[in-house]
């Protein structure tokens, strides 16, 4: 019964997050039909500065660790992200009903990283007196950024494939699946040829999203940027945040009916995928304990790394690039319920530490 509590008070506490809480006022408005609206300008405005700031904040890190240390764990953090999206593309994007793009949208947000919960599982650390290294606050970009970038990627080839499947098929059938004979080969008859897999690419990194995200690690790294960081940037960033989740939450009511037959999908993948992503991530937690003498304490806080869903850098980023994916499938499944799963599995993470590596 205990348990039961415990788990029933995590989850009312993270209704009252602003994430969530701001997410479910903006359902909330658009189901009593009210006429509030927020200029585009408006939003693509906070959106950059929101970028801008965890960029900013990632590559202040970065720059502040040790490298030599942090190289290792840094690759590792990097492979998770993509091997969870990849994952992702396996299961809940083929889920029967379940929309690729939502689907990959969904896994891109549950490789990304949130750093509440990873803030969480350092305050659990630090209460059991549990050592880790200092720069484990700049292992979550290459996380984050490498999940992100590999679902945006994935998405965009998908729908460019379905896109030269339907042109094929309302052609006379002599189309190559290259898209004609000068372009290259196709990659494994799927329709799209390497010149169109470079577009998306360069179209990826050249959006608004994930150019504003990138241009702040840049700028973090290599510029010292913290005045204006933590002077301006810092300070406006919950209040942006919580405008965003309202103008998401109007936009997820009125798609909520695409979910209806698929909740169920999203629903077991939001309880399993942070125990099997934390299970991955504490096993490359061992890997570079053996191979660099990475801690215990470590290896927990890249398993809670992994286990987590962005709450902060993934939405806004998903929302910029994605803009056909559905808010109320990736926001609503790893806030409303992966975040509470990846918080109550840390006790699970310190306990394999303790036996498999030893504290």
């Given at each position: 019964?205990?348990h039961?509590?415990?788990i029933?008070?995590t ?119 549990i ?77 608004p ?18 005045a ?114 990846a ?17």
């Amino acid at each position: 019964m205990e348990h039961v509590m415990d788990i029933a008070a995590t989850f009312v506490a993270q209704l009252q997050q602003p994430t969530l809480a701001f997410l479910i006022g903006g359902m909330m408005l658009a189901a009593l039909g009210s006429k509030l609206q927020v200029p585009d300008a408006v939003y693509s405005f906070i959106v950059t500065l929101l970028l801008l700031k965890v960029g900013l904040g990632a590559g202040i890190a970065v720059r502040e660790a040790d490298l030599m240390s942090l190289a290792v764990p840094a690759l590792f953090a990097a492979i998770l992200g993509v091997a969870i999206v990849l994952l992702g593309s396996r299961t809940l994007a083929r889920w029967n009903g379940v929309s690729h793009m939502d689907g990959m949208a969904t896994a891109g947000l549950f490789g990304a990283v949130s750093a509440s919960t990873l803030a969480a599982g350092m305050a659990v650390l630090d209460d059991e007196g549990i050592a880790y290294e200092g720069f484990i606050g700049a292992l979550y970009p290459f996380m984050d950024i490498a999940a992100l970038v590999t679902a945006i990627v994935m998405a965009r080839m998908a729908k460019a494939r379905n896109a030269a499947t339907q042109a094929i098929a309302a052609g006379d059938g002599t189309m190559t699946m290259g898209g004609g004979g000068s372009g290259g080969p196709g990659l494994a008859g799927s329709g799209v040829d390497a010149g169109m897999v470079r577009g998306i690419l360069t179209d990826t990194f050249r959006s608004p999203a994930v150019s504003a995200l990138l241009l702040g690690l840049a700028l973090g790294i290599l510029a010292k940027p913290d005045a204006v960081f933590e002077g301006f940037y810092e300070l406006l960033f919950r209040g942006l945040l919580s405008i965003l989740m309202l103008i998401m939450g109007m936009e997820a009511w009125s798609r909520l009916s695409e979910l209806r037959n698929v909740a169920h999908a999203y629903v077991v993948y939001a309880v399993a995928a942070p125990l099997v992503h934390g299970a991955m991530g504490f096993g490359a937690g061992v890997l570079a304990h053996h191979l660099t003498g990475f801690s215990a304490g470590g290896a927990v806080l890249l398993a809670v790394m992994a286990s987590s869903s962005s709450d902060i850098s993934g939405p806004p980023t998903l929302r910029g690039a994605l803009p056909e994916a559905n808010p109320s499938a990736y926001v609503g499944s790893s806030t409303g319920l992966g975040t509470p799963v990846a918080i109550l599995s840390i006790p699970i993470w310190i306990a394999l530490a303790g036996m498999v590596i030893g504290f």
